[in-house]
């Protein structure tokens, strides 16, 4: 039972490097969310997906761009890394409740 | 924008103290849920609250959603080493959460 897969599980970027991150679900869930950890705060929303082919802004959008690929599958996307997005980024999942969430990409930006 | 406030931030006991969590936000949620974090990992549900007024417990820890559904407890019982973790709490509405910035829970032996 593998849940809610995210790789890469560590990854370090030059500023304004690009990079994917991806995010799988076998739960067969509508809905997907991408957040990000930063130390002593909680997660804040970046993008979410409600179902298949819908994808909106969350909380803290700017900097990121997603793809809804399919219903497993939904990725983060950073154009142009910034230190600022230095963080840790869990993706989830659910239809209804509750989330289900990955173990995080740990993405630092030097 | 939604916000939920923690408190307290850290908090460092014995082993066999009690201790409460506090959740709370002016706006008004459709359901609430506390999730534990370990270090390295995802957050993982404890309990969800729907109803105002509604009281959950699981073992030693009790959860409470205030009758207005904008605020929350959370009590632990006789704490244990490895109650120690992150705990997280979360307002659903309209198939979005908002998070708290957590409690950084230390249990000492």
């Known amino acids: 039972n593998a849940g809610v897969t995210q790789t890469p599980k560590f990854q370090v970027l030059k500023t304004g490097q690009s990079m994917t991150l991806q995010c799988a679900q076998d739960?067969?869930?509508?809905?997907m969310y991408w957040y990000r950890q930063d130390p002593g705060m909680g997660l804040r929303l970046i993008y979410y997906?409600?179902?298949?082919?819908?994808?909106d802004k969350g909380e803290v959008p700017n900097g990121y761009n997603v793809s809804r690929l399919n219903k497993r599958e939904f990725s983060l996307r950073l154009e142009s890394a910034a230190p600022s997005q230095t963080s840790v980024y869990f993706c989830?999942?659910?239809?209804?409740?509750?989330?289900?969430f990955g173990d995080g990409t740990r993405l630092s930006i030097l | 924008t939604q916000l939920l406030e923690q408190s307290p931030q850290f908090l460092s006991i014995q082993e066999g103290e009690n201790l409460t969590v506090y959740c709370n936000s002016s706006?008004?949620?459709?359901?609430l849920q506390w999730y534990r974090q370990e270090p390295g990992e995802g957050p993982v549900l404890l309990v969800t609250?729907?109803?105002?007024?509604e009281v959950k417990k699981l073992k030693r820890l009790t959860f409470q959603f205030g009758d207005a559904r904008k605020d929350s407890s959370l009590h632990i019982t006789a704490a244990q080493t490895g109650d120690t973790g992150l705990y997280l709490c979360?307002?659903?509405?309209?198939?979005?959460?908002?998070f708290g910035d957590g409690t950084t829970l230390t249990v000492k032996p």
């Open positions: 989830a999942s659910r239809t209804g409740q509750p989330q289900h």
């Open positions: 739960m067969n869930h509508n809905s």
């Open positions: 997906s409600a179902s298949e082919g819908t994808t």
């Open positions: 706006s008004v949620f459709s359901s």
């Open positions: 609250v729907v109803t105002g007024g």
């Open positions: 979360a307002g659903a509405n309209a198939g979005k959460s908002t």
